[in-house]
């Protein structure tokens, strides 16, 4: 048994966990749990990941969503709402890899965790965090039986 086998057989279990989740959803959330564990992403107090994000997006020639502070709550990290462009973030610290969760729904312009929003999520990893993460994070959701993009597409610049 490959170490990947070892973090998807997790994911898959961690899974269930995510009851309130649509199946896709649940997946998709467990394999960014596993994978930010494992390898982390670098941290963001409130007040700079506005700092951090106005280099992204302009990297990924997008608009800076509006961005708000919230307090921290038990049952999410952030949110975006993509009609009104704004990413909420929960609680004073928030990570690389939550704020470009959130980034990869304003890109794709859809509240789901399909296919676009995880091969956006696996780029903009790929692109702002490492390509390690970006291909582990690929992996696992491969292993768990997401769909997902040639890991060759993961590389093509906006």
């Given at each position: 048994?490959?170490?990947?086998?070892?973090?998807?057989?997790?994911?898959?279990?961690?899974?269930n966990e995510y009851s309130k989740c649509s199946p896709e959803q649940a997946l998709t959330y467990a394999c960014e749990e596993i994978v930010d564990n494992e390898l982390g992403s670098r941290n963001f107090s409130s007040q700079h990941i506005?700092?951090?994000l106005q280099h992204v997006c302009s990297r990924e020639d997008i608009d800076l969503p509006q961005i708000v502070v919230g307090r921290a709550t038990r049952t999410s990290l952030a949110s975006a709402d993509i009609e009104s462009n704004t990413i909420c973030f929960r609680?004073?610290?928030t990570t690389a890899a939550t704020a470009l969760h959130e980034v990869a729904h304003v890109i794709v312009g859809a509240d789901s965790h399909g296919i676009l929003f995880r091969d956006e999520l696996v780029r903009l990893a790929r692109a702002h965090i490492s390509v390690d993460y970006a291909a582990f994070l690929h992996g696992v959701?491969?292993?768990?039986?997401l769909e997902m993009s040639p890991w060759p597409a993961s590389a093509a610049q906006r």
């Open positions: 048994m490959s170490a990947l086998t070892t973090f998807v057989q997790v994911a898959l279990t961690r899974a506005e700092q951090w609680g004073k610290i959701y491969e292993g768990v039986g």
